[in-house]
């Protein structure tokens, strides 16, 4: 049961240095979202998808890309990596309905230098 | 706009002691309730939901209702296990269909033998 796939699981980045995240699932999920976790925040939305080929900005886009060519892989982009962008991030799916479930990866811990 | 918040953390408790963590939110229309746990390491899943006014959620021993008229989600458990220390998030749903997940900021709990 593979659900959802994160990789890497771990990255150290140079300020400036760029990189892109995977995520892939397997349940064939419409939406898919890109979570941001900062002690004493909580998780912050970055970005989601609708569907293939659809993307929208979340609560905290800025410096970040995303693309969606397929319905089970959503890719996170850092153009030109900041110490600020020093997270672990989470990529989850859903059906989308408000009351279902969210499945989320096991994350991925990027610092940046 | 909607938000959830949690009470502060970390929460340390000797084993079979008597849980609650309060969770409040500010919503328009009708939110989805949610909390979800992360365990060491890993990312979150689904601890148990309600979707409407009065309901109450429950998994493994915890719970909580949908208080409308207090805006609350309060999680609890009689009898906490060394196995339930992990991170607690209380989170949302707006009215609507896109699953996008407001979180708390996290509570962490720590249960001692």
């Known amino acids: 049961n593979a659900g959802v796939t994160q990789t890497p699981k771990f990255r150290v980045l140079k300020t400036g240095q760029s990189m892109t995240l995977l995520c892939a699932q397997d349940?064939?999920?419409?939406?898919m979202y890109w979570y941001r976790q900062d002690p004493g925040m909580g998780l912050r939305l970055i970005h989601y998808?609708?569907?293939?080929?659809?993307?929208a900005k979340g609560e905290v886009p800025d410096g970040y890309n995303v693309s969606r060519l397929k319905k089970q892989n959503f890719l996170l982009g850092l153009e030109s990596a900041a110490p600020s962008q020093t997270s672990v991030y989470f990529c989850?799916?859903?059906?989308?309905?408000?009351?279902?479930?969210?499945?989320f990866g096991q994350g991925t811990r990027l610092t940046v230098v | 706009g909607n938000s959830v918040t949690q009470m502060e953390g970390p929460v340390t408790l000797s084993e079979e002691a008597f849980l609650t963590i309060n969770c409040t939110y500010t919503?328009?229309?009708?939110?989805?309730l949610f909390w979800y746990v992360q365990y060491p390491g890993e990312g979150l899943q689904l601890l148990l939901k309600?979707?409407?006014?009065?309901d109450k959620g429950s998994n493994k021993g915890f719970e909580a209702t949908y208080r409308k008229e207090t805006t609350s989600f309060h999680l609890e458990k009689g009898s906490v296990q060394v196995s339930d220390s992990a991170v607690y998030f209380c989170?949302?749903?707006?009215?609507?269909?896109?699953?996008?997940?407001?979180f708390g900021q996290g509570t962490t709990l720590q249960v001692k033998p």
């Open positions: 989850a799916s859903s059906l989308g309905q408000r009351n279902t479930e969210a499945f």
């Open positions: 349940m064939n999920h419409e939406y």
């Open positions: 998808s609708v569907g293939e080929g659809t993307t």
């Open positions: 919503a328009t229309g009708y939110p989805s």
């Open positions: 309600a979707t409407k006014a009065d």
């Open positions: 989170a949302l749903t707006s009215s609507s269909n896109t699953g996008k997940l407001i």
